[in-house]
């Protein structure tokens, strides 16, 4: 029979969190102390130029076209979750008149104004790039996208039939009058904002028609091509190829049809609009019943949020923006005008054609030299293991080929009495759930912890936890209040001199699919105190452990902060003997003020700080008397920089695992870092960041004031290598001997 286990232990001195994002919360404030006021970046401002750098690859004209375009869909998917999240909490928090300050001094109301400035200005840049530069370039290879007017008569010919085949029974118009009150736009929504005029009455009616989600919002319509029924094109009675394509925005669809819609009246004008509302989530953990039932009810109300952003098209007549922003309830610092296409996430369409030659080179992923079988044999994982650690790299090292692999022996290894796992985010489809529920049915003890609050994947996790309970697992949702984000595994096996513990702790999540996209390290590991580590953090997280003390780990909440800034600070002491002495740290996030400050005061004692840090950073290097010796860049590229690395040069010390340097990873997570524990493992380590701070790879720096330089490429100067490329060229060379 099914068990479900839902720990309700309460932590000590800790209130239960409600907000299921980032906690609507008074920003953790620094301790006193002697160093400026004014030491710290404003962290809304530092995401906005991370979304910046992102934007840079989509205008970099030696970026691949199909890979630009894919950059101008991250940067429109990142900006969408910035507002959902980070902008809806800064407005309910000035909604309360909470008086808190961010770090760097600002109210609320300070930093939204400042996010509707600096996003205004990226967004035109945003959409300039597109409509002036990518788009026309696509234009030239064959890949087209075009407005209504712009088609032959044969292809609105063709239109009008996908029209009343496909679209026109599932649109819905819906009218405003008194009869009719302004109907519920859903976040993320495309809609028409039409106005029609009755002949024989007074005055202009406004009606609304939902850009159906359930339809493709990019119409393919190629020349020579006939529809057939089902949608699809069909050349000469073969399908169509990707060489010469055009695409039609299915709102431009609709609004050629619109009399169609509206029969006896006369339409007078019709825009686009989106609106993002607020996506944060509200439970109270301590009073649900059912955690999952009560996270179920909290996902249905959140398409109802607050509007925190209205898109609207450039050309929009000002009454009928009057009316979207009262009926809305959002100001002027909500509006955003967009020149073009709304969404360019819709852009991902694009990437998916078959044009290899608009995109990057593909990637061949390896199977580390450790893991690698013999001919004609399976490899033993635990041998491996036995023999040494193994440290993995993705994408470089094969996600399939090594942690996927090493989960699914453990399922099928009859000398396997258990296996222990975080689930924080996977796949659809995913080959880890599909061991898990295998070990399980074949009487393997499985305890698996699935954390249902993981951002914008709650109804994922929702139906992973379902299966995994109906397959006989042990599921369990962590601790009160915490998110657990850690990812481990731990593999117990029966063998000749008792049991022995096998673990794999690593940076990113087990999904086999964003392995192939982000960059990530995990360690493997029969190291018995990592095991014995292991085994205390699963029941602290099961049970009602309440250990503190690991052996080869640093976890979050109760100590990982404390435990780094320790690890500073005897780096410091270092230097201040004239030991040796060193901070390297790669990282996507540095927000946490404790740890800044402890890397300005090891600055002043003249300890070297290199940082790399893919998105926000709050720390300001090259600073006199406070930051001289910290160097801080950042490295985007065609892999997602995912992996946190510390390492502290008098201790040895070399530690990797999966939180961030911000508030919520340190204070409301469960995270975990492993010390990598034999020096021959390090090394890797070491060569990574060796590269990735050299001066000859190409990086964005940042500057004490607080924006980026991109070092210079081109002919005019010293040509700098792409970092993620080295790897890849250095990960071929190693397959190969």
């Not at 609009?273 to 039932?293: C, P, S, W």
């Not at 909290?298 to 009928?320: N, S, Y």
């Not at 700098?720 to 190969?736: E, F, K, P, V």
């Amino acid at each position: 029979m099914t068990e479900l286990v839902v720990n309700r232990s309460e932590q000590p001195q800790r209130k239960p969190r409600s907000g299921l994002l980032e906690p609507l919360e008074a920003p953790r404030q620094p301790i006193p102390s002697d160093l400026p006021e004014d030491r710290f970046i404003n962290r809304e401002k530092s995401w906005l130029d991370f979304n910046a750098r992102v934007l840079a690859l989509a205008e970099d004209p030696t970026t691949p076209l199909l890979e630009r375009a894919k950059f101008l869909a991250i940067f429109a998917s990142n900006l969408d979750e910035f507002y959902m999240v980070r902008v809806a909490g800064l407005m309910r928090r000035e909604a309360t008149r909470l008086a808190a300050l961010s770090a760097d001094g600002l109210t609320s109301r300070e930093q939204l104004d400042l996010i509707s400035r600096t996003a205004a200005d990226l967004c035109e840049r945003h959409s300039r790039c597109f409509t002036e530069d990518v788009g026309p370039a696509l234009a030239d290879t064959g890949i087209t996208i075009r407005l209504w007017s712009e088609l032959t008569d044969g292809q609105q010919e063709r239109l009008h039939r996908y029209f009343h085949q496909q679209v026109f029974p599932v649109l819905t118009p819906l009218a405003v009058d008194p009869a009719h009150p302004f109907p519920y736009i859903s976040g993320l929504s495309l809609n028409l904002a039409v106005t029609v005029r009755d002949p024989g009455g007074d005055g202009d009616r406004f009606a609304r028609v939902k850009v159906p989600q359930n339809v493709p919002r990019l119409i393919r319509v190629d020349p020579d091509h006939a529809l057939r029924d089902d949608g699809r094109y069909v050349l000469r009675g073969k399908e169509s190829d990707d060489r010469e394509v055009c695409f039609v925005p299915l709102e431009e669809v609709i609004a050629a049809h619109l009399s169609q819609l509206f029969p006896g009246m006369e339409v007078v004008d019709a825009h686009l609009f989106r609106v993002t509302r607020n996506a944060d989530l509200e439970v109270e953990e301590d009073e649900a019943e059912d955690l999952l039932q009560a996270l179920e009810r909290e996902l249905a109300r959140r398409r109802f949020g607050p509007a925190v952003r209205l898109e609207v098209a450039d050309d929009i007549d000002a009454d009928l923006l009057d009316l979207l922003m009262r009926e809305l309830e959002v100001t002027h610092r909500e509006v955003m005008r967009v020149g073009g296409l709304l969404d360019l996430s819709v852009l991902w369409a694009l990437y998916d054609l078959d044009r290899s030659e608009l995109k990057d080179p593909p990637h061949v992923r390896g199977t580390h030299p450790r893991l690698a079988a013999s001919e004609g044999e399976q490899p033993d994982f635990f041998a491996a293991l036995r023999e040494g650690d193994v440290l993995v790299h993705h994408p470089y090292d094969s996600f399939t080929t090594s942690v996927q692999r090493f989960i699914e022996q453990a399922a099928a290894d009859p000398q396997v009495l258990a296996i222990k796992q975080t689930l924080y985010r996977t796949s659809g489809d995913s080959p880890i759930v599909d061991a898990l529920v295998s070990a399980a049915e074949a009487g393997k003890q499985v305890v698996v912890l699935v954390e249902i609050k993981a951002r914008f994947d709650e109804t994922a996790n929702i139906r992973w936890a379902r299966e995994l309970e109906r397959a006989g697992c042990h599921v369990v949702y962590g601790l009160i209040g915490l998110k657990t984000h850690c990812k481990t595994c731990l593999v117990v096996r029966q063998e000749r001199g008792g049991l022995r513990r096998y673990c794999h702790i690593g940076t990113g999540n087990y999904n086999p699919k964003t392995a192939r996209l982000y960059e990530d390290l995990g360690l493997l590991t029969a190291d018995p105190d990592v095991g014995a580590d292991v085994t205390d953090l699963f029941n602290v997280l099961t049970g009602y452990s309440r250990q503190t003390e690991y052996r080869s780990l640093l976890v979050a909440p109760q100590h990982m902060r404390d435990g780094i800034i320790e690890r500073i600070e005897r780096e410091s002491a270092a230097a201040r003997e004239g030991r040796v002495s060193g901070i390297r740290i790669k990282i996507n996030s540095l927000v946490d003020e404790e740890v800044i400050d402890a890397l300005y005061r090891a600055s002043r004692e003249g300890v070297p700080v290199k940082c790399l840090v893919r998105g926000i950073c709050a720390l300001r290097p090259g600073v006199p008397g406070l930051s001289e010796t910290v160097h801080v860049r950042s490295i985007l590229g065609r892999f997602l920089e995912h992996s946190r690395v510390l390492e502290f040069a008098s201790l040895e010390e070399c530690w990797i695992g999966s939180a961030d340097m911000m508030h919520r990873n340190l204070d409301r997570r469960i995270e975990a870092l492993v010390r990598v524990p034999q020096p021959s493992r390090q090394g890797p380590l070491k060569a990574m960041l060796d590269h990735a701070f050299s001066d000859g790879v190409a990086a964005w720096i940042l500057q004490p004031d607080g924006t980026w330089y991109r070092r210079p490429t081109g002919p005019d100067h010293e040509p700098l290598s792409d970092y993620q490329t080295d790897l890849m060229s250095r990960t071929l060379r190693q397959a190969h001997g």
